[in-house]
């Protein structure tokens, strides 16, 4: 069974997008049965050019990428999600829809690299994108889809606090 994962900032037009690239991206090297999406409270409709140009400069498709509501994952006819991950501190204080199958729900952190001075925004966008993987890659080197919904929020939590 696939394990679906849905990536969530305000915004989705940065973090989010970054992180979902790095799943699907490391996911199909390491031949995991992982789909990632993104998606925010209130999408900016776009998604900020650093984060694409940051993931196709590391060799990751961007392509169908858009910046959209967490509404499109929340209805009967989308993939069920197993895990949402925010990754903005804005959209884990929110309220989020709820979410059929209840999904393990953890929040790993980044400070927002659109804030960062102009001059500075693509190495900003680039430490945030490695700071991703770093995660990404901590969780994708544990059989995720084997493990019980117990052992897999445990796992989240401890890669969060790294």
Partial sequence: MTLNILVLCTHNSARSVLAEGMFNHWAQILG?????YSAGSTPSGRINPHALA?????????????SKSWDEFSGDSVPEMHVVITVCDNAAAEQCPYW????????????DPSNAPE???????????????????????HPVNELASAELQALLTRISQN
């Fill in 32 to 36: 995991k049965d992982i789909r990632a």
């Fill in 119 to 141: 001059d500075q925004k693509a190495i900003a966008f680039e430490l945030t994108r490695q700071a991703i993987g770093y995660r990404v890659l901590q969780l994708l080197t």
């Fill in 100 to 111: 059929p199958g209840n999904p393990i729900k953890v929040h790993w952190g980044y400070p």
């Fill in 54 to 66: 940051v993931l196709q400069a590391a060799g990751i498709s961007t392509e169908g990428y858009s």
